[in-house]
């Protein structure tokens, strides 16, 4: 026993002390960059700036060296003073000034975006709360049969519907994850069996999957919206992103479902006992309480609102969540306490959300991100390609970096300004469209464990080995691929998206 603890105590402070390494790696780049010569003729001073606090931000976020709100709050304070004593890019002669600048470091939290994700985690906390997701995939799963294949179908359905109501990929995970560990229980095999590692993994990229399907699934979906609202002016509604991305992932699903009964062969095809586990976790939820009916009449209500935005109505996805949120907050009707809520809210991703808006948005604003996407993309001649081609390089290049990245969260907010300045530069495109693309495979965290919260979720329960999950990611991140070019190619041009 002690030997452990000096051995945990040992990681401890190694991890401690490499994430010192990461900070002081993160000022000195900070510092290099800042203080390189420029004239500012080519790029203006605020925008080299803002390019020095994004290399800063990308090495905090790689690295974790820090949590992501203290990120955030050091992001703030070096938008404030770095772009704040910056020339100002309407008129050289003057500063921007430290109140300007913090106002441009804030901005992000008055997006509507912001404001999203805020009522998106409120809604997976009443889920949570209310035990409601996990009575719908014990549902799900009650009807699919005793099959190995047939549970594996299940268990990608049930990521599917949740994502329909569930807006967090880690809340998905999490109701889903448990109940497949149960099942593996019943038939008498540990969490290490292939078994466990065929379902756990399949519902894990199905999560995934259905990130790119929905709008409301995922967080980074909205942080692309946000800056595709901020640099366009345009609101893009929940059917329409439906109507882009769920043929994607619908032909994605089908592939994953073929891919992993191919890939791992469990201990057995047909799971007798674990039939009577879901049935006696359904028991003991009991019967459909109250406020479970209350959520399931909202949810339903919001999907429809959602589905038929600036179609039947002229409210947008926000307010009619934020509406929810608020019935859903009421004593008496609603299913939680202001206290109950606040308690299991993770204002941290909030906050983030916010700050890697503001960021985006500064790049934007000061040519930051013009002349980045140039330096990145300017000498492979990408304006004088064809589209498909274009759409091809790019993504791959987004696939690559965000094997950095363990939150694509963070990834959008570092990648979505660039490709917005790369698509205003490229002549005779859809630019909206070509963002949106992007973005879609930004969500391709298919191919290790650290490539996405829900992925280490996954990890945590102990079902397979990083070996395992690459395999899957592997054929899967390349049938992703081909689908974004044969899709750009047809169905995105049929539908006006490119």
């Not at 401690?16 to 990461?22: A, G, P, T």
């Not at 109507?243 to 007798?272: G, R, W």
């Not at 109505?313 to 509406?323: E, G, S, Y």
């Amino acid at each position: 026993m002690t030997s452990t603890i000096h051995t945990t105590d040992k990681e401890l402070k190694n991890k401690h002390h490499f994430n010192f390494l990461w900070i002081t790696l993160a000022f000195i780049v900070l510092i290099v960059i800042t203080l390189l010569p420029n004239d500012g003729a080519v790029l203006p001073i605020a925008g080299q700036r803002a390019l020095a606090i994004l290399a800063f931000a990308v090495i905090l976020w790689v690295t974790e060296a820090v949590s992501y709100p203290v990120s955030s709050a050091l992001i703030i304070s070096l938008i404030g003073l770095l772009i704040g004593l910056a020339p100002s890019t309407a008129d050289p002669s003057k500063l921007f000034g430290t109140s300007s600048a913090l106002n441009m470091a804030l901005g992000g939290f008055s997006s509507s975006s912001v404001a999203l994700v805020a009522a998106a985690l409120f809604l997976a906390v009443a889920m949570q709360i209310t035990k409601l997701h996990k009575r719908l995939a014990l549902w799900i799963l009650s009807m699919v049969g005793t099959k190995t294949k047939a549970i594996v179908f299940g268990a990608i359905l049930v990521s599917i519907v949740l994502a329909f109501f569930v807006p967090s990929a880690t809340a998905r995970a999490g109701a889903v994850f448990p109940i497949l560990i149960g099942i593996v229980a019943a038939f008498g095999l540990s969490n290490e069996s292939r078994l466990a590692a065929l379902l756990v993994i399949t519902a894990t990229q199905a999560v995934s999957i259905w990130n790119v399907g929905i709008k409301t699934a995922a967080a980074q979906n909205l942080v692309a919206l946000g800056f595709i609202n901020s640099e366009f002016n345009v609101d893009v509604a929940w059917g329409e992103w439906f109507m882009y991305a769920a043929p994607f992932s619908i032909i994605m699903s089908v592939a994953l479902f073929f891919i992993m009964i191919k890939l791992i062969k469990p201990e057995t095809n047909n799971i007798t006992g674990g039939k009577e586990v879901i049935k006696e976790q359904l028991r003991e939820l009991g019967p459909l309480k109250r406020k479970e009916i209350t959520l399931i009449i909202t949810s339903i209500v919001l999907l429809i609102l959602w589905a038929t935005e600036k179609r039947l109505h002229p409210f947008d996805t926000t307010t009619v969540t934020i509406v929810a949120i608020a019935f859903l907050l009421l004593p008496k009707v609603g299913v939680f306490t202001w206290k109950e809520a606040s308690s299991k809210i993770d204002w941290g991703t909030i906050i983030v959300f916010a700050v890697g808006i503001s960021l985006g948005t500064v790049l934007l604003n000061t040519d930051g991100a013009m002349w980045l996407s140039n330096a990145v993309f300017g000498s492979l001649g990408l304006e004088s390609m064809p589209i498909i081609a274009t759409i091809a390089l790019v993504s791959i290049f987004n696939i690559i970096i965000h094997l950095g990245f363990a939150s694509a969260t963070s990834l959008a907010s570092a990648l979505i300004p660039v490709f917005i300045a790369l698509a205003v530069s490229i002549p005779n495109v859809d630019q909206i469209g070509f963002v949106l693309i992007q973005q879609f495979v930004i969500s391709f965290g298919f191919l290790l464990p650290i490539s996405a919260p829900q992925n280490m979720l996954a990890y945590g329960t102990g079902a397979f080995t990083t070996k395992d999950f690459l395999k899957s990611g592997i054929p899967l991140t390349i049938i992703g691929y081909i689908l974004i070019i044969i899709f750009s190619m047809t169905y995105w041009k049929w539908i006006g998206l490119l």
